[in-house]
């Protein structure tokens, strides 16, 4: 009984320490006051403020849009290698994999540098730091991710599927599509959702492969903690917060209700 409590209660301790924060800034919102720290009163002032802060709506749109443009290219590419993994054996598998690894290890930093020594070499040739190279720059990243979620549900599938619809008289593509697609979706989804929050958070990457006139949520925000976080942040934060755990929600349920008919 003791262990268990113990168990229970370290838990809790964990997601206190995780979402008090969360909860703080959402509180903090709806307070008539730019002071932090200290409530004054109750108000929506901020998300008015917000609806007419066209720097952080403008940063807001950039934001989502390299986030959905990122997480469509890298959930293709990254579910395309993925079925090829599945299908490979002994040292290219490895080594591919290995490979795979490496941005995920690397520190954000390191990985920042050398996509804009690399955007920086090609600049000759006509591309130029901005929308394209930051979008570049998250789907290279998130790309891992994808391969990662996916991988462990081909594993689970029989290694001879894909083969036996071929044998049965279905094209590759058909047999991709139809076949192997259905029973890794779940991972495929799960792939997508973590390089969407992945390519809304970063800001490092961003930050070294971004160029003039193209700002994302998080270099924004950055730019303007040197002067004091707007008070529009905080609410700006907690909409996006909210239509998060909103999303995840029904996708939990939607998995919920295909378990149960299976």
């Known amino acids: 009984m003791i262990r268990k409590f113990l168990e229970r209660f370290y838990l809790f301790l964990i997601f206190i320490f995780l979402y008090a924060p969360i909860v703080v800034l959402m509180i903090f919102s709806f307070n008539d006051s730019k002071l932090k720290g200290k409530w004054v009163g ?5 998300y008015k403020a917000l609806l007419d802060d066209t720097i952080i ?7 989502l849009i390299i986030a959905v443009i990122a997480t469509l290219v890298a959930t293709i590419i990254g579910t395309i290698v993925a079925i090829s993994l599945s299908q490979s054996r002994g040292f290219i598998k490895n080594f591919i ?3 795979n690894y490496l941005p995920i290890l690397n ?11 690399l955007f920086g070499l090609l600049t000759p040739l006509g591309l130029n730091f901005g929308f394209v190279t930051i979008t570049i720059s998250h789907i290279i990243f998130c790309i891992p991710y994808v391969i990662l979620s996916v991988l462990p549900k081909l594993n689970q599938m ?17 047999a991709i599509k139809n076949v192997i697609i259905p029973q890794i979706s779940s991972g495929i989804l799960t792939g997508a959702l973590i390089s969407f929050t992945m390519s809304i958070d970063d800001f490092v990457i961003s930050y070294f492969t971004t160029g003039n006139g193209i700002n994302n949520l998080s270099i924004t925000i950055y730019s303007m903690s040197r002067k004091g976080i707007n008070p529009s942040i905080n609410a700006i934060s907690t909409i996006m917060f909210i ?7 029904l996708i939990n349920k939607k998995s919920s209700v295909e378990k149960i008919q299976v």
């Open 243 to 249: 239509s998060v755990l909103l999303l995840l929600l």
């Open 57 to 63: 709506l403008e940063s807001l749109r950039n934001t």
């Open 158 to 174: 029989d290694k001879n599927t894909l083969e036996a619809a071929l044998d049965l008289g279905a094209k590759p593509f058909y």
């Open 107 to 117: 520190p954000d930093i390191i990985t920042a540098i050398a996509l804009m020594g």
């Open 97 to 99: 994999l290995k490979l």
């Open 42 to 46: 109750f108000t929506f002032k901020w």
